[in-house]
């Protein structure tokens, strides 16, 4: 693999998505990861990533210098940048002039790392110290106004830097960079794809699993339909997947999973019916976390008992015991409960999808090392309805958050009503692309007085809250177009009965969450 070493700020993983884009497969590992414990991993390459810190600020992350001895390909980005240039003998100085944003860089020395590219591009920036004087040997690449060292390359020791960040979108050549790094400098062929990590995964599969029976979970999203494609295409029917629909699910939601997935794959499906058990556990509850709590409690205990059946029936038949539990744990799942880096854990979401912590059962967990951009090419390779495939973040209580109030059967069908409707405009707009997820509520405890036709009306608000964001943990208001909204509230307002008022929720995140509730 290649290495990024995570000094702790957010780059190393959109890094190791840009690796993982240029089809070459990445890790990140921790800056306090020792030069043996490199060697050991025998890695094709190293990229140091960009940190919030200075290099002389007290407790500053450190890294083994020892690791630029070890004849790795090696490319520092930003803060791993001026790591290299220190421990390599150059010089890094506070020179009180900062560059933030896009800055022009004028390339000097095209070289190994920056060929093929015009010697004037934007670049994105966000340092205050600059490397002052390149290391003994290296050759300076490209400079900007306030930077006389923005780039530097030793060909011989196969050591390269840039201070500017090549992973961000904003840096016109920044892709270019690290391929030039990845498949010039250090000689990595671009191979890794879907269609090998299927193959790797279904072998991995195959021989965790033996003969023994796998039971999945299925959510209804992504993560979790690829997940039990790709141990089904390992293992065939020892592979049931169990379904609960706790009523808490958007229109044609349980019927893509049990139609359209179950046709796609050929899995063995089991539906849980417990829409009754949810809506009477929530019944009267409005508090946000006491719902959570109980939708939460009830799904495993939902899940367990069809398990439990399971278990008994394959005792009872004589067959293979259920030994495996599939769960689509992804990367930055893994990187951030700390399996990759010390980078503290931000929100540890109450996940429906989650499962007991006694489990008697051991885990399958074929998407640990993916991103979500790669989970959605996998889903594709392994033929699975688009509908899945691309759909956008759902949280796993479902509904049952995005009714302020207390939940019951029509509340929630007026919701579900109206979401349809939005959704359907959304996509026929074209604007999924653009619109990472819009969650619709009603305001159930909320009324207010309107007049439709010739009466007087006294209904409840249903709110859009369309979002813009690459992965939830901050994210803006998307701008919808105005006859778009507009095509919406008519219709709700037409079409569904209670909801006589439309609003637009245009808050961030943060301060406002993505959900309401
Ligand atoms: P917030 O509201 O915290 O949501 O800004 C961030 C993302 O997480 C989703 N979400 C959840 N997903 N279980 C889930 O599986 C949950 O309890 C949950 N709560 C929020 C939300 O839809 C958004 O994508």
């Given at each position: 693999p290649v290495l990024v070493v995570d000094f702790g700020a957010q780059y190393a993983q959109l890094i190791a998505r840009r690796v993982r884009e240029a089809s070459v497969y990445s890790e990140i590992v921790p800056h306090t990861i020792t030069a043996a414990e490199i060697a050991a991993k025998n890695p094709a390459g190293i990229i140091l990533s960009g940190g919030p810190s200075s290099v002389y600020e007290e407790g500053a992350p450190s890294f083994d210098a020892g690791a630029f001895a070890l004849g790795i390909p090696t490319l520092g980005i930003c803060y791993g940048f001026q790591v290299m240039a220190q421990a390599l003998g150059g010089e890094v100085a506070h020179t009180g002039r900062s560059e933030y944003g896009a800055t022009d860089v004028s390339v000097g020395v095209a070289g190994t790392l920056l060929?093929?590219?015009?010697?004037e591009q934007i670049a994105w920036m966000s340092h205050?110290?600059?490397?002052s004087r390149a290391p003994e040997g290296f050759e300076v690449l490209a400079s900007t106004l306030s930077t006389p060292v923005a780039a530097f390359a030793s060909d011989e020791k196969k050591l390269y830097g840039v201070q500017w960040h090549p992973e961000v979108r904003h840096s016109q050549y920044g892709q270019a960079v690290l391929e030039n790094f990845l498949h010039r400098a250090a000689g990595i062929p671009a191979d890794w794809n879907s269609e090998n990590v299927i193959e790797t995964q279904v072998a991995r599969i195959r021989e965790q699993v033996g003969s023994a029976r796998v039971i999945a979970g299925l959510s209804g999203g992504v993560d979790s339909a690829v997940a039990a494609a790709i141990v089904h295409r390992a293992v065939g029917d020892q592979l049931t997947c169990v379904f609960v629909d706790?009523?808490?699910?958007?229109?044609?939601e349980r019927e893509q999973v049990e139609r359209d997935y179950v046709a796609a794959t050929g899995i063995r499906l089991i539906t849980v019916d417990a829409a009754e058990v949810f809506l009477r556990e929530l019944d009267g509850v409005t508090d946000p976390e006491q719902k959570r709590k109980i939708i939460g409690r009830e799904f495993i205990r939902a899940f367990e008992r069809t398990q439990a059946e399971l278990v008994a029936e394959a005792a009872a038949e004589g067959a293979e015991p259920v030994k495996f539990l599939v769960q689509g744990t992804l990367y930055p799942d893994v990187v951030e409960s700390g399996g990759g880096t010390g980078t503290a854990n931000i929100k540890s979401h109450h996940n429906v999808g989650g499962l007991p912590e006694d489990l008697e059962f051991e885990l399958v967990e074929p998407l640990r090392t993916l991103f979500k951009d790669e989970v959605r090419a996998i889903g594709r390779e392994l033929g699975l309805p688009e509908e899945i495939v691309a759909r956008q973040p759902f949280p796993g209580p479902g509904l049952g958050i995005r009714i302020v109030g207390a939940v019951n059967h029509e509340r929630l069908e007026t919701l579900r009503a109206a979401d349809a409707i939005a959704r359907e405009e959304l996509t026929a707009a074209g604007l999924d692309g653009e619109i990472w997820q819009c969650p619709v509520v009603l305001l159930a405890d909320v009324r207010s007085v309107g007049v439709q036709g010739d009466g007087r009306t006294y209904g409840h608000p249903i709110v859009l809250r369309p979002v813009s964001s690459e992965d939830a943990m901050t994210a803006d208001w998307t701008r919808v177009p105005y006859d778009v909204l507009a095509r919406i509230s008519n219709r709700i307002t037409n079409e569904v009965r209670e909801v006589n008022r439309v609003v637009l929720d245009v808050t961030s995140k943060p301060p406002g969450t993505i959900e309401w509730e």
């Amino acid at each position: 693999p290649v290495l990024v070493v995570d000094f702790g700020a957010q780059y190393a993983q959109l890094i190791a998505r840009r690796v993982r884009e240029a089809s070459v497969y990445s890790e990140i590992v921790p800056h306090t990861i020792t030069a043996a414990e490199i060697a050991a991993k025998n890695p094709a390459g190293i990229i140091l990533s960009g940190g919030p810190s200075s290099v002389y600020e007290e407790g500053a992350p450190s890294f083994d210098a020892g690791a630029f001895a070890l004849g790795i390909p090696t490319l520092g980005i930003c803060y791993g940048f001026q790591v290299m240039a220190q421990a390599l003998g150059g010089e890094v100085a506070h020179t009180g002039r900062s560059e933030y944003g896009a800055t022009d860089v004028s390339v000097g020395v095209a070289g190994t790392l920056l060929g093929d590219q015009p010697t004037e591009q934007i670049a994105w920036m966000s340092h205050g110290d600059s490397v002052s004087r390149a290391p003994e040997g290296f050759e300076v690449l490209a400079s900007t106004l306030s930077t006389p060292v923005a780039a530097f390359a030793s060909d011989e020791k196969k050591l390269y830097g840039v201070q500017w960040h090549p992973e961000v979108r904003h840096s016109q050549y920044g892709q270019a960079v690290l391929e030039n790094f990845l498949h010039r400098a250090a000689g990595i062929p671009a191979d890794w794809n879907s269609e090998n990590v299927i193959e790797t995964q279904v072998a991995r599969i195959r021989e965790q699993v033996g003969s023994a029976r796998v039971i999945a979970g299925l959510s209804g999203g992504v993560d979790s339909a690829v997940a039990a494609a790709i141990v089904h295409r390992a293992v065939g029917d020892q592979l049931t997947c169990v379904f609960v629909d706790h009523g808490l699910l958007r229109q044609g939601e349980r019927e893509q999973v049990e139609r359209d997935y179950v046709a796609a794959t050929g899995i063995r499906l089991i539906t849980v019916d417990a829409a009754e058990v949810f809506l009477r556990e929530l019944d009267g509850v409005t508090d946000p976390e006491q719902k959570r709590k109980i939708i939460g409690r009830e799904f495993i205990r939902a899940f367990e008992r069809t398990q439990a059946e399971l278990v008994a029936e394959a005792a009872a038949e004589g067959a293979e015991p259920v030994k495996f539990l599939v769960q689509g744990t992804l990367y930055p799942d893994v990187v951030e409960s700390g399996g990759g880096t010390g980078t503290a854990n931000i929100k540890s979401h109450h996940n429906v999808g989650g499962l007991p912590e006694d489990l008697e059962f051991e885990l399958v967990e074929p998407l640990r090392t993916l991103f979500k951009d790669e989970v959605r090419a996998i889903g594709r390779e392994l033929g699975l309805p688009e509908e899945i495939v691309a759909r956008q973040p759902f949280p796993g209580p479902g509904l049952g958050i995005r009714i302020v109030g207390a939940v019951n059967h029509e509340r929630l069908e007026t919701l579900r009503a109206a979401d349809a409707i939005a959704r359907e405009e959304l996509t026929a707009a074209g604007l999924d692309g653009e619109i990472w997820q819009c969650p619709v509520v009603l305001l159930a405890d909320v009324r207010s007085v309107g007049v439709q036709g010739d009466g007087r009306t006294y209904g409840h608000p249903i709110v859009l809250r369309p979002v813009s964001s690459e992965d939830a943990m901050t994210a803006d208001w998307t701008r919808v177009p105005y006859d778009v909204l507009a095509r919406i509230s008519n219709r709700i307002t037409n079409e569904v009965r209670e909801v006589n008022r439309v609003v637009l929720d245009v808050t961030s995140k943060p301060p406002g969450t993505i959900e309401w509730e």
